[in-house]
T-cell receptor
C-alpha cells in the first residue's frame, strides 16, 4: 500500500512562474518530511525538509507547506527556472529512520 | 499502486560478516532496480543500477566486490554487503523503475555493524 502519494505524474510551468508540487500521505504518525530532486541517471538530491511541528519551511526559491489535518504537503518553487526541470519526490518518516517515498512528479519548466 | 518491499528492515551484524538485503517489486515487473545508501541528514547516494539478467552498473567510488548486487528476476534484486565493517552502517534503500520515469522506493534497511 502506497503510504505516500504524488498524484500528478507530470507538471509543466512557464519560466518565472510558480511551480506547485503536491504530496499526500496516509499515515498520521509521519512526523518528518523531505523533498528530493532527481535528474536522469543520478540519485535523488535533498532539497528541503519539514518536521510536523512546523507548517512552513522556506529555503531560497523553495518553500514546503505542511497541512497535517489534510495529510498533505506541497513544494512551491518561485520563480521557476529551466534548471528546475527534474523529477521531484516527497518522502515521509515516522521514526526518522524508515522513509516512504512518493512515485515522483516530473516537472518541466518551459523557457 | 506499485509496492516495493525490502527485507530485512533492520539488521545488526558483527564486523567481518556478510549481510544480504532483498528488494522485491510486489506487483509489477521491474527491469531496472536501483540501490541507494543514505547517511544521516544527507541525500540518497546512488550506489548502483541493476538490470535484470545482467551485471550491475556501479557508481564511481562504490566497491563492486564489497557490495554485490544480483538481479536474478524481474521482481527481485539483492544487495550483499561482504565483510561488513562499522563504517558500512547505514540505511540502504532500493527502488524499482516503472515504465516511465517513476520510481517506487522500498522502505529501506537499517544496517548496523558492530
Amino acid at each position: 500500500d502506497q503510504q505516500v502519494k504524488q498524484n500528478s505524474p507530470s507538471l509543466s510551468v512557464q519560466e518565472g512562474r510558480i511551480s506547485i508540487l503536491n504530496c499526500d500521505y496516509t499515515n498520521s504518525m509521519f512526523d518528518y518530511f523531505l523533498w528530493y530532486k532527481k535528474y536522469p541517471a543520478e540519485g535523488p538530491t535533498f532539497l528541503i525538509s519539514i518536521s510536523s511541528i512546523k507548517d512552513k519551511n522556506e529555503d531560497g526559491r523553495f518553500t514546503v507547506f505542511l497541512n497535517k489535518s489534510a495529510k498533505h504537503l506541497s513544494l512551491h518553487i518561485v520563480p521557476s527556472q529551466p534548471g528546475d526541470s527534474a523529477v521531484y519526490f516527497c518522502a515521509a518518516s515516522a521514526t526518522g529512520n524508515q522513509f516512504y517515498f512518493g512515485t515522483g512528479t516530473s516537472l518541466t519548466v518551459i523557457p | 499502486g506499485a509496492v516495493v518491499s525490502q527485507h530485512p528492515s533492520r539488521v545488526i551484524c558483527k564486523s567481518g560478516t556478510s549481510v544480504k538485503i532483498e528488494c522485491r517489486s510486489l506487483d509489477f515487473q521491474a527491469t531496472t532496480m536501483f540501490w541507494y545508501r543514505q547517511f544521516p541528514k544527507q541525500s540518497l547516494m546512488l550506489m548502483a543500477t541493476s538490470n535484470e539478467g545482467s551485471k550491475a552498473t556501479y557508481e564511481q567510488g562504490v566497491e563492486k566486490d564489497k557490495f554485490l548486487i544480483n538481479h536474478a528476476s524481474l521482481t527481485l534484486s539483492t544487495l550483499t554487503v561482504t565483510s561488513a565493517h562499522p563504517e558500512d552502517s547505514s540505511f540502504y534503500i532500493c527502488s524499482a523503475s516503472g515504465l516511465l520515469y517513476e520510481q517506487y522506493f522500498g522502505p529501506g534497511t537499517r544496517l548496523t555493524v558492530t
